[in-house]
C-alpha cells in the first residue's frame, strides 16, 4: 500500500457499511482509528510501509457495530462516506466518523489478505486442466 | 564568691607546680574557678599584647628541626604578628587572656557584672555542667550597680557578687598557668625555656635574612652599571672620545632601565615575606647564583678589557653598560616566570583531610615545591576549614576508653599463662568476650539514642534563641527624622544601643553555644562587637545568629585561635622538591594535623564536532488512538 508521490494511489479495497449503535446518548461504531498526516508513521504497527499516514483501525470492541460488519484490527481506511481518509489529520478522521446526523457510515478499507487474494486469482499457478 | 576564693586558695599545690614550670592536666577541676581580678591584674604584666597582621604569618617548620618543640606555643614572644598568648596557655584558652590582656588596661577590680567564660576545651562532660560567666571587659557601665548581663538563673553558683575580692596578685600569678590546655597534658621543664631564647633570635634571623640578601644583591646589580660608566670618566677622562646624541640616548635608557629594574627588584623580592618557610627556596637560591654570576662576569670582562687596557672608545663603554643591564633585565623576566607564573597554572588535585574531625576539602594548585604547597594549602586552611574544635571530639574518645575498658587483656609470652596461645600472634592481646560483648552490643545504642537526643536539645535551644533575638530586635530601630525631636534620653548611638538589647538575647546565646560546645570561640565583647555591627549595616536578626549557628573558617576568629607559628611539615621526601603524583605530606598543629594527598589533573583530550546550524530539525511525535 504504498504510495508514490504524484501518482494515484490503487488499492483493492472492501465495502463495509456500519450502523452506528445507539449508547449513552452517544452514537458509537465500536472500534479506534490511529494514524494521520500530523502522527509519527513509524509507531503503526499494523502498516507495511512505515512512512503511511494513513487512518488505521488500532481496535474493535468485541460484540460491537464494527466486527458485526466484518472490520477487522489492522485495516486501513481510505474513504468514509465518501470522503477521503488517506490524506488527513487524525482529528479530521474522527470529525468524518462521529458526525451526529449520521446513522450509517460506509467505509472503504483495504488490507493485505486483499491484495493478495487479488494477485493469486490473477496469477495463473496451476495449469488449467 | 567568697567559696570560689576559699576553693582557689585551697589549691595550693598548685602554686609549687607553677613554680616549675608545669602545664597541669585539664582535669586539675578547682583551678577553672579563679577570679577574674586577680587573674587579669597578674596577666597584664607579661602576656603579650598580639599585634593583629591582616593574615597571619605562617611559621612553618619541619619536623627533623624541631623534634620537641612543635608544641611550644609560647616560642613567639618576639616575633611580630603571631598569635600566641603567653607562655603556658594554648591556643583554645587563650580566649581567656586575650580578655585578661585586653581588660588589664581598665579598671576592672570590683566589678560586680560580670560572667565569666567556661573552660574551654575541656574533655569531660561533666565540665559541661559547670557554672560559667563571660566577662564584659571594656563596658562603659562597669563602675554602675546594674548588671550588664543577668546571672544565668538554674546555673548552680550564680555570679551575683563578686564585690569583694582580693587584690592577691601573688595567687592570680600562680593561678593564671592553669588556665588550661587542650587534650594536651605535657610538663614544660625550663630547659624548653632556654632552647625557646635560641630558637626566637634564629626565627628572627632567618625570617630577615632573605631580606638581606635581596637588598645586597640588589644594590650590586643598580652599582654595577653606573660604576662601569663613572670609573672611565674618572680615571682616564682626558683620552675619553666624546660620544653625541648615540649615547645621550643610551643613558637614557640605561636610567630608565636601571629604575624599572629597581622597581622589579623591590616587587619581587624584597616585600615582607607571608611566610617563613623551612628551606631555603631552590629557585631564588638558583636566581641569585644566576646574577652574580652574570655581574661577576661582566665585572671580569670590564676589568681586563677596559680598565686594564684603558679602552678609549667611550661609545662602546656605554654600550657595554647597557648590554649589562638588559641581561639583567632578561634575568628577572625569567624571575618572574619561575617564581610567580609557574604555579598559576593547575596541574595537581590536592586532597585535604583534617585529623580530628574528617573535613575534607580538594584544591588545584600548580607545579610547588613541597613547602610552598604546603603554605598555599595552609592559606586555604584558614579560608575553608571550619574552626577546629576539641570539645566536639570527646564523646568519641570517651566511646573508645570505655570499649578499651571492657576489654581483658592477657599477655600471651607470660610465662604460666594458662590462656590458650596463638603462635602467631606473640605479645597481642586478646579480648574476653564474655562481659566485653554485651556492652559492645550497646555502644551502638548509646551512640543512636545519645545523637538523637543531642540533635533535639540543640534544635530547641536554637528555637528559643532565635526568638529571643528576633524579638530582641524589635526593640530598636533607626532613628528616622521625626524622632529628632523625641526624648534625648532615648538616642543612642549604635554601641549603647547594642548593650542595651543584648542582655534579652545573652542568655539563650549562651545556652545555645554551650549546648553546641563552642562558647570559648565567642566572647561577650566580640558578640557585643558583631551585634553593632549588625546594627549599624541594618542586618536582619537571622544574618546576626548566622556567625553563632555554624562555625566558621579559623581567621573569623580572634588571632589566638590561629596558631599560625604551630605548623610542622612532615613529609618523606625532600620539602624542596617539587609535588608529583602521589606525594603525600602531612601537616601537624598542636592536637590535629592535615594530611594531604597529591593527584594529578588528568591530560584531557578534547575533540572537536561541528553541527551546522540549519541541521536543527524536528518531527512531532505523537500517536494517539481514538475510539469512535
Redesign the interface.
Same mark, same amino acid.
Given at each position: 500500500m504504498s504510495f508514490i508521490p504524484g501518482q494515484p494511489v490503487t488499492a483493492v479495497v472492501e465495502r463495509i457499511e456500519i450502523q452506528k449503535l445507539r449508547q449513552d446518548g452517544n452514537l =458509537?461504531?465500536g472500534? %479506534? =482509528?490511529?494514524g494521520g498526516i /500530523? $502522527? /509519527?508513521p513509524g $509507531?503503526?504497527p499494523f502498516s507495511e510501509d512505515k512512512t503511511d499516514k494513513g487512518i488505521y483501525v +488500532? #481496535?474493535t %470492541?468485541p460484540g460491537g457495530p464494527a466486527e458485526a460488519a466484518g472490520l477487522k484490527v489492522g485495516d486501513k481506511i481510505m474513504q468514509v462516506n465518501g470522503w477521503d481518509m488517506t490524506m488527513v489529520t487524525?482529528d479530521q478522521a #474522527?470529525k468524518k466518523? +462521529?458526525k451526529k446526523n449520521e446513522d450509517v457510515v460506509r467505509l472503504l478499507v483495504t488490507r493485505k489478505s486483499l491484495e493478495d487474494a487479488v494477485k493469486k486469482s490473477m496469477n495463473p499457478c496451476y495449469p488449467r486442466p | 564568691m567568697r567559696e570560689r576564693l576559699t576553693a582557689a586558695a585551697a589549691a595550693d599545690p598548685l602554686t609549687t607546680r607553677r613554680k616549675l614550670g608545669g602545664i597541669l592536666h585539664i582535669s586539675e577541676t578547682k583551678v577553672n574557678v579563679v577570679s577574674e581580678a586577680a587573674l587579669w591584674g597578674s596577666c597584664q604584666s607579661w602576656i603579650p599584647e598580639a599585634c593583629l597582621y591582616s593574615n597571619p604569618f605562617l611559621l612553618l617548620s619541619t619536623a627533623a628541626n624541631l623534634p620537641t618543640l612543635t608544641r611550644d606555643s609560647h616560642s613567639s614572644a618576639q616575633s611580630p604578628g603571631l598569635s600566641s598568648v603567653g607562655m603556658d596557655t594554648e591556643s583554645t584558652h587563650s580566649g581567656y587572656s586575650y580578655h585578661s590582656s585586653r581588660s588589664g588596661r581598665s579598671n576592672r577590680h570590683g566589678d560586680r557584672s560580670r560572667e565569666r567564660h567556661k573552660a574551654s576545651s575541656s574533655k569531660d562532660s561533666s565540665r559541661s555542667e559547670r557554672s560559667v560567666v563571660i566577662n564584659p571587659p571594656d563596658t562603659p557601665s562597669q563602675d554602675s550597680p546594674v548588671h550588664n548581663g543577668e546571672p544565668l538563673p538554674g546555673e548552680p553558683t550564680p555570679a551575683a557578687d563578686h564585690g569583694d575580692e582580693a587584690q592577691d596578685d601573688n595567687w592570680g600569678e600562680t593561678t593564671t598557668a592553669v588556665t588550661g590546655t587542650s587534650e594536651l597534658s605535657v610538663s614544660q621543664e625550663e630547659v624548653v625555656g632556654l632552647g625557646k631564647e635560641i630558637q626566637d633570635r634564629t626565627h628572627n634571623f632567618r625570617r630577615y635574612l632573605p631580606l638581606a640578601v635581596g637588598i645586597c644583591v640588589g644594590l650590586l646589580v643598580l652599582a654595577t652599571p653606573l660604576v662601569f660608566l663613572l670609573l672611565p670618566t674618572v680615571m682616564w677622562s682626558d683620552r675619553l672620545q666624546a660620544c653625541g646624541a648615540a649615547c645621550e640616548g643610551l643613558f637614557l635608557s640605561i636610567s630608565f632601565k636601571l629604575l624599572i629594574l629597581l622597581v622589579a627588584i623591590w616587587a619581587l623580592f624584597l616585600r615582607p615575606g607571608r611566610a617563613c618557610l623551612p628551606r631555603v627556596c631552590v629557585y631564588r637560591a638558583f636566581l641569585i647564583t644566576l646574577t652574580l654570576l652574570l655581574t661577576m662576569s661582566y665585572w671580569l670582562f670590564y676589568g681586563v678589557r677596559i680598565l686594564d687596557a684603558q679602552d678609549e672608545d667611550y661609545h662602546g663603554i656605554v654600550q657595554f653598560a647597557v648590554s649589562l643591564v638588559d641581561s639583567q633585565l632578561f634575568v628577572h623576566y625569567l624571575a618572574v616566570v619561575l617564581l610567580e607564573l609557574r604555579h598559576l597554572h593547575p596541574c595537581y588535585s590536592v586532597c585535604v583531610i583534617r585529623s580530628t574531625d574528617g573535613e575534607t576539602c580538594h584544591y588545584n594548585i600548580g607545579q610547588l615545591s613541597i613547602q610552598r604547597a604546603a603554605l598555599s594549602i595552609l592559606e586555604y586552611y584558614y579560608r575553608d576549614f571550619p574552626l577546629h574544635n576539641p570539645a566536639l571530639l570527646s564523646a568519641s574518645k570517651h566511646r573508645a576508653a570505655k570499649h578499651l575498658a571492657g576489654l581483658k587483656v592477657y599477655n600471651v609470652d607470660a610465662p604460666g599463662s594458662t590462656a590458650a596461645a596463638q603462635p602467631s600472634n606473640g605479645n597481642q592481646s586478646r579480648p574476653m568476650v564474655t562481659p566485653a560483648g554485651k556492652r559492645k552490643d550497646n555502644a551502638h545504642n548509646e551512640l543512636y539514642y545519645e545523637e538523637a537526643d543531642y540533635e533535639r536539645r540543640v534544635r530547641k535551644r536554637r528555637a528559643r534563641l532565635v526568638v529571643a533575638v528576633e524579638e530582641a530586635f524589635t526593640h530598636v530601630r533607626r532613628m528616622k527624622k521625626e524622632d529628632e525631636n523625641s526624648t534625648p534620653s532615648d538616642i543612642m548611638d549604635v554601641r549603647e544601643a547594642a548593650l542595651a538589647i543584648f542582655p534579652s538575647m545573652a542568655r539563650a546565646l549562651q545556652k545555645y553555644l554551650r549546648t553546641t560546645r563552642r562558647q570559648h570561640c565567642h566572647s561577650m565583647e566580640s558578640i557585643q562587637k558583631h551585634l553593632a555591627f549588625c546594627l549599624v549595616n541594618n542586618m536582619s536578626p537571622k544574618a546576626f545568629l548566622e556567625a553563632y549557628l555554624a562555625p566558621g573558617p579559623t581567621l573569623q576568629y580572634g588571632p589566638e585561635r590561629w596558631m599560625a607559628d604551630q605548623w610542622t611539615l612532615v613529609s618523606e621526601a625532600s620539602v624542596t622538591s617539587g609535588i608529583k603524583e602521589g606525594t603525600e605530606f602531612l601537616l601537624r598543629c598542636l592536637d590535629f594535623s592535615l594530611a594531604v594527598t597529591v593527584k594529578g589533573i588528568p591530560y584531557i583530550r578534547l575533540t572537536e564536532e561541528y553541527i551546522d546550524p540549519k541541521s536543527h530539525k524536528f518531527? &512531532? &511525535? &505523537?500517536?494517539?488512538?481514538?475510539?469512535?
Open positions: =458509537i461504531l472500534f %479506534s =482509528i490511529g /500530523d $502522527q /509519527d $509507531q503503526n +488500532t #481496535r %470492541s487524525h #474522527r466518523l +462521529t | 518531527l &512531532l &511525535l &505523537l500517536q494517539s488512538e481514538t475510539s469512535v
